[in-house]
């Protein structure tokens, strides 16, 4: 059997779907396995190169088989899908995998540690607390509001609702025992998140990266963690602009025949750390909106002919750019030096 230079691995559950080329670019291997006989397989190979899609357990893979000594190549999924041919199933996917991850323009994903993954993990769970709590304090003020019991927007106000609630007589038993359950519940999300905050602010203030990114505008130290968290190697990216559009701030392109036709914003990316750049940019606007803080020329102009949510979305995407420049140059944040640029 002529060498191997590169396999293609269709990962799932249980069933992997290999498919492997010689140096004449022919099929030279194709196999199915269980997932006990994936390592075994690799081990006795000599080291060559293997190209998964960044899907679930990817990252896991990813590192097994670099300790066996062979270079692995993540590729977005997104980017494989033009090289299926007709048919859907595991073997056409092995095959696009192994033909995408050969062409010389195609962009990987970079392995992740298990500790990143640890820290996204941190990430992921304080998020899905927040949508537990937003979902469980509108259910107690819509079934508050069957009641008569109305309050103004904001999570301070729940509090003060579940006591006025709770010395309400007149209304029936089984509500009120419903409206404990919730608070029970309620008070228990409070508490795990004063946890997860504690375990984010411990993160925040031992990791370098996160400390001088917090020192841009708009930046504090949840968002700060999360870009040190979900930005791996910032060096991945050629350019600020790169890292900008990876994250979605900036504008679809609709071009052509030579006419630019620019749209909204891509959305592309992870929608944390878009969200959280957008937010910290709102909160700044507002600031100077306000007589508030310092500005740049730039921004005040931004600010007098955009709306605020466009402005937001400016603001957000210069920021982005301002971290790439931090995390790839370790250099702190001097503003004097930005508005020098500026101008």
């Not at 199933?89 to 392995?111: G, K, L, T």
């Amino acid at each position: 059997m002529e060498k191997i230079t590169r396999i293609g691995m269709d990962t799932s559950k249980q069933i992997f779907q290999l498919h492997g080329v010689d140096t004449a670019e022919e099929p030279a291997l194709r196999k199915k396995l269980r997932r006990s006989q994936v390592l075994p397989l690799f081990a006795k190979l000599p080291p060559t190169k293997v190209g998964l899609e960044a899907c679930s357990g990817a990252h896991y893979w990813a590192r097994e088989l670099r300790a066996l000594g062979h270079e692995v190549m993540l590729l977005p999924a997104q980017y494989v899908k033009p090289y299926v041919k007709r048919g859907k199933n595991d073997a056409a996917d092995a095959e696009a995998i192994c033909e995408a991850m050969s062409r010389p323009s195609m962009r990987f994903v970079p392995v992740k540690t298990a500790e990143q993954q640890a820290a996204q993990m941190l990430l992921g769970t304080r998020e899905r607390l927040l949508r537990r709590r937003t979902q469980l304090s509108n259910a107690i003020r819509g079934y508050a509001a069957e009641f008569g019991h109305i309050i103004a927007k904001g999570l301070r106000n729940l509090g003060p609702l579940l006591a006025r609630i709770e010395a309400d007589t007149a209304l029936p038993e089984l509500a009120r025992s419903l409206f404990r359950a919730h608070a029970e519940e309620y008070r228990e999300l409070e508490a795990r998140l004063c946890q997860i905050d504690a375990q984010v602010m411990a993160f925040h203030r031992n990791n370098e990266l996160s400390r001088r990114l917090a020192q841009i505008p708009g930046v504090g130290p949840i968002g700060a963690t999360i870009l040190a968290i979900k930005v791996t190697d910032a060096h991945h990216f050629r350019s600020g602009r790169d890292f900008s559009a990876w994250i979605g701030l900036t504008p679809k392109d609709h071009s052509t025949a030579g006419r630019v036709r620019p749209g909204g914003i891509t959305r592309a990316g992870d929608e944390m750390l878009r969200s959280v750049l957008v937010v910290g940019a709102t909160a700044v606007i507002r600031q100077i909106r306000c007589g508030r803080g310092q500005a740049s020329n730039w921004l005040l102009e931004l600010v007098k002919r955009k709306t605020a949510k466009l402005a937001a979305v400016a603001l957000a995407n210069k920021t982005a750019r301002i971290a790439w420049r931090l995390m790839v140059s370790g250099q702190n944040y001097a503003p004097n030096r930005l508005q020098a640029a500026t101008a």
